[in-house]
């Protein structure tokens, strides 16, 4: 109950320093072996939302992935057939780059561009380039000091691993008294 409570305080203290009720804070996978729907609902509950649970209910592309791909051309046609078998699964890519960013924005299929370690400046640079619905996560190196500076950026969604991966436990006590009777 201390490590949940302190899970739900930290992601309140993250969801009010960003000061923009539009912008959605988010886990990550970053949890506890054995506690992870604990810890998600320990999110939920400090007003943040859930990335996702596993690697089942989302594709997430990361810069690995990419950089193993056979070119743009092959990385789009993959894109369309994940999006022809499974129609109703998100898919998100990583960009660290805005020339990635330029290009993502292009790929039919795309649902959300999770934008790696960028500058509030360069996240600006990268929501204006929107096409098709997209949505937008910063992540990398977010802190309670410029959680706000990066909500304004007008990305959609923040994500924090240390939401579940670094709170401090509320310490607090069960006191049990005897009741007559």
Not at 129 to 142: D, Y
């Amino acid at each position: 109950m201390q490590r949940l409570s302190g899970i739900a305080t930290l992601t309140r203290e993250f969801v009010t320093a960003a000061g923009n009720e539009r912008v959605k804070i988010l886990d990550t996978r970053k949890t506890t072996p054995g506690l992870r729907e604990l810890e998600k609902a320990a999110v939920v509950a400090g007003g943040g939302a859930n990335h996702r649970l596993g690697l089942y209910d989302m594709v997430l592309i990361k810069d690995n992935h990419l950089a193993i791909s056979y070119g743009l051309s092959e990385f789009a046609e993959r894109i369309r057939k994940l999006r022809k078998a499974r129609p109703n699964i998100r898919i998100e890519v990583e960009a660290d780059r805005l020339e990635q960013v330029r290009t993502f924005v292009e790929i039919e299929g795309v649902d959300m561009i999770l934008l790696d370690n960028m500058k509030p400046a360069q996240l600006r640079e990268a929501v204006a380039l929107r096409k098709h619905q997209i949505k937008f996560e910063a992540s990398g190196g977010i802190t309670l000091e410029n959680v706000r500076r990066i909500a304004a950026t007008g990305v959609d969604f923040i994500s924090i691993g240390a939401l579940t991966h670094s709170p401090r436990a509320i310490d607090f006590s069960l006191e049990m008294t005897h009741v007559g009777g």
